[in-house]
């Protein structure tokens, strides 16, 4: 039986050295250039080759993450990092935009490719063709990680920190902040306060007592998150979960409380086993290391819940903050001790703590990890190379303009109609989306998905579909497109559809183009015929996790609206995207549709851009009011 692989993050030198050393069989690290942790220490060009050369020559494999979306301009230059990583004998490239598949394929038909959960699969029907490895969504149930599992070769995450959201499908740093998650800067905005607490704050993942159900659910590799961590951090959870894996293969697994004390002390926000096995892996308290609990103050002492020594580091959670220090001086029974255990009444500095408040043990003087040597450097010998890249057609559309618009309710969807909407987008789910079709008279009547999908859902859905029989569809997960191949499709912004490729990959789709992309870099497509999103509310975030309240607000005042769509929790923006006369600017560079997605007032606004996409006059001044440009003249870095 071969056994199962555990990947571990290298954030930069020290961290690939602790991973390596402590027991992983694989690692995974970002170039300086198009990987999702930009803000990691990294490697480049240069160094890759010997940390290539040192990894195979102790047995680890190392897996590049190539893992952002590309623009336009960018696409050259990320071949020639593709190259480089290849050149230097990478084992897998992990990459989000799988349109790039079949140039991949194309120019470097050895190399492995790994699909990663930036391009949020949650069913076996999103898969790709040309896909080695896929890094599962973490809000899988177990059950579903087991099905895809038995199909394909999966990774799946086991430790480490978790998003609020559906990886790539987060837009809240890009819209809210211009830093965006997508393209490697997330400013996580998830670890923020809202409603005077952290209310999308996540616990981090352990899930070392799963090990043996991963392993017999056919899970190929058990990834850890963190290239953000320390070598510490690293190094503790190589070590113990390589221990658990050689356990569980020996007929040995038995946890020892003592490896989750230490697993804390390397860092935790409170672990939880994720969506694989709970319902709810939020901590709203405060975003930040706990470490070890170790008990409260009262009167001045501290009855002890684990051992304490000299030179340790504390964290003291009064009310309304967090007091550090390192612990210089231990009280026992009025004598000074070096150190005190489990049971023990001691007094320590409050530094003006009270009765009742929590004290954490986060880090200890006996912690050590191993490095191992050091990386030697090597000399690059980048392979000189000539990229075939396809042509990308030019295509210019028909005079004239269409409004596409997505409705929540009957009433809004005649309204549509009746101001003379060219398409209507309505939810696949509604109860009365097969009555609504009947209503509609002028409109093209398109019916609209879910973006999260499981397997055990598809059928009912396909089913739904070609019962109402509509003129088209605007597909919201992938992994529908093969079952619908009879509509008119369009694709959702969740597609994140942003380069020339990606439109040349879906050519028989019309996409809604990402939302973060700006007006300069649409109009240096080739090809328009792409849909995009002109009025309406933005989507923020998608996630499996339930929020109680219906809005958050930030520290700025901002309040976003949360509501229920399909089972998944959606945070709107703050303010509503309404681009007016801005619109027509599109229209001058050959782009004729557009989208609005209003719950309200539909009618109103989709007679508002008609009239200015006819008139040269329209007064928008007091319209503007309220409403955001977004990335319209800004974009994302």
Not at 501 to 525: K, Q, V
Not at 529 to 541: E, K, P, S, T, Y
Request: positive net charge; glycine residues 6%; aromatic residues 12%.
């Amino acid at each position: 039986m071969k056994k199962i692989e555990l990947l571990l993050p290298a954030g930069n030198m020290d961290c690939l050295r602790a991973a390596v050393n402590n027991g992983a069989d694989a690692v995974y690290l970002g170039l300086d250039k198009f990987n999702a942790r930009m803000s990691a220490g990294n490697f480049d060009e240069k160094n890759i080759f010997g940390v290539v050369q040192y990894c195979h020559k102790r047995s680890v494999k190392v897996y590049a993450a190539l893992n952002i979306l590309v623009k336009n301009k960018e696409i050259e230059d990320f071949f020639h990092v593709v190259n480089a990583a290849n050149s230097a004998g990478v084992d897998a490239i992990i990459i989000q935009d799988f349109c790039m598949i079949p140039l991949l394929k194309k120019n470097f038909p050895n190399l492995k490719i790994h699909l990663s959960t930036q391009a949020n699969t949650h069913n076996s029907h999103s898969i790709p063709d040309g896909v080695d490895r896929v890094v599962l969504a973490r809000e899988l149930p177990f059950e579903d990680v087991k099905k895809i599992s038995s199909k394909f070769e999966t990774e799946v995450f086991v430790h480490g920190a978790l998003c609020f959201s559906y990886s790539g499908m987060c837009l809240f740093s890009s819209i809210a902040g211009r830093r965006s998650g997508n393209r490697g800067l997330c400013a996580q905005p998830c670890r923020m306060m809202y409603n005077n607490k952290y209310l999308l704050s996540t616990m981090d993942l352990c899930l070392l007592e799963k090990i043996p159900e991963l392993i017999e659910a056919g899970v190929y590799s058990l990834k850890v998150e963190g290239r953000m961590r320390s070598p510490l951090y690293v190094a503790t959870v190589a070590r113990i979960y390589k221990k658990y894996i050689n356990a569980y293969y020996n007929n040995k697994f038995s946890i020892n409380d003592k490896d989750i004390v230490e697993l804390k002390l390397a860092y935790n926000r409170e672990f939880t086993q994720g969506f694989g096995f709970v319902e709810n892996i939020t901590d709203s308290r405060k975003p930040m290391n706990r470490g070890v609990y170790i008990g409260f103050f009262e009167k001045g002492k501290l009855r002890l819940k684990e051992s304490l020594k000299l030179g340790d580091g504390i964290g003291i959670w009064t009310k309304n903050n967090v007091v550090g220090y390192n612990v210089g001086n231990i009280k026992k029974d009025g004598r000074d001790v070096a150190e005190a255990f489990s049971g023990d009444i001691i007094q320590i500095p409050t530094k003006g703590a009270q009765d009742k408040d929590s004290v954490y043990k986060t880090s200890s003087v006996d912690s050590q990890y191993n490095l191992g040597e050091e990386v030697k450097s090597v000399k690059s010998k980048i392979k000189p190379f000539n990229f075939s890249f396809p042509k990308i057609k030019s295509y210019s559309n028909k005079p004239g303009f269409e409004i596409f618009a997505k409705v929540y309710s009957k009433k809004e969807a005649i309204k549509a109609d009746n101001a003379g909407a060219d398409i209507i987008y309505y939810d696949v789910l509604n109860e009365d989306s097969a009555e609504v079709k009947e209503l509609i008279k002028n409109a093209g009547f398109f019916l609209s998905t879910p973006r999260i999908i499981r397997d055990s859902q598809m059928k009912d859905i396909v089913e739904k579909i070609d019962k109402i029989n509509p003129k088209g569809v605007l597909v919201s997960n992938r992994g529908l497109l093969k079952f619908l191949k009879k509509y008119i499709i369009h694709l959702d912004y969740s597609f994140n559809c942003f380069n020339d490729t990606d439109i040349d990959y879906y050519s028989n789709c019309t996409p809604i183009i990402s939302p973060e992309l700006n007006f300069y870099e649409t109009r240096a497509f080739k090809n328009k015929n792409f849909i995009v999103m002109i009025h309406g509310d933005i989507i923020l975030m998608n996630s499996r996790q339930s929020l109680k309240a219906p809005e958050l607000v930030d520290k700025d005042e901002r309040h976003f609206r949360v509501r229920q769509n399909n089972n998944t929790t959606q945070i709107l923006n703050s303010s509503q995207l309404g681009l007016f006369n801005m619109a027509r600017r599109y229209l001058d560079i050959g782009i004729r549709y557009f989208y609005i997605d209003l719950e309200k007032d539909s009618g109103k606004y989709i007679r508002i851009y008609k009239e200015i996409f006819t008139s040269e006059n329209f007064e928008d001044r007091k319209l503007k009011k309220g409403y955001t440009t977004s990335h319209f003249d800004r974009g994302v870095f």
